[in-house]
């Protein structure tokens, strides 16, 4: 069974050290780093973005920090008081399990995200799971948490410090039980996030690379889509290329433009979307081939 969660995102950071600008809405592939973070917490109950309202590929709700600027653990503390406001869920519609992220991490995936979730649920006595990068660093703002502990500690800083203004996030953590997860195989660059231009630089070389271009491109349109759909693209590329050898160049995308729709006309009959796709390429294909072979016969 999927752990049910709501997330809040931090997005109101100042970007020093990229001289001010707008970070949230760095474009990564031609996506804003924080779409690229929404689409990897698409699966949240509820959302909170703390930051400037702006467009986004799905909605959410904005809050901000009583006083802007002022640490991300204050910023967490409004993200999290913001889903109980205005007015607290009842108990049986609380996940009462919190995911937090930043909004500056442009290779984390939906397969990290259920990895937290999962550590967390196989250990009942945490009260967190933190993701650690490959030299073994804690990321707080790539981690779940159970949001009673949470709340708690941040209420434990704000009286024992007056405020929350500026603390690192080390205090929050250091008053919580958790499990360490590290980054996994499937998403290693889970924890990449982007401070400086350099590394957007690097985020954006490493989307163009050729061994993954075409899985980030995928993703990318699957976010501005606002798509959650796997497909097995071998199948469609497959298609194009019996639907341009068999028949003409230009009958590549609209075969694939074709099958899409046709998918979607039998997934409004209960069809799952996955299966609808896979059947309509399969017709698709077959007729390519017959209508190659025709060709063939004539030649």
Known sequence: MTTAYDAVVLAGGAA???????KPGVRVGGLALLDRVLGACAGARRTVVVGDP???VRPVRWTREQRIGTGPVAALDAGAQALQTPEPVPAEQDPGVLLVLSADLPFLGGAT???LLAALDAAPDAEAALLTDADGRDQPLVAVYRAGPLRRALD????AHRG???LPLRDLTGGLRFVRVPVGPDEPAASFDCDTWEDIATARA???DHGAVLDEWITAVKTELGLDLDVDTGVLLDLARDAAHGVARPAAPLTTFLVGYAAA???EDGTAPADAVAEAARKAAALAQRWAAEQDEAG
Do not use: E
């Not at 020093?16 to 707008?22: A, I, N, T």
């Not at 434990?156 to 009286?159: A, I, K, M, S």
């Open 206 to 208: 490493r989307i163009r």
């Open 54 to 56: 702006r467009p986004t």
């Open 156 to 159: 434990g800083l704000r009286h």
């Open 113 to 115: 995200v259920g990895r």
């Open 16 to 22: 020093r050290r990229l001289g001010g600008v707008d």
């Open 164 to 166: 929350l203004d500026h």
């Open 265 to 267: 006309k039998a997934a």
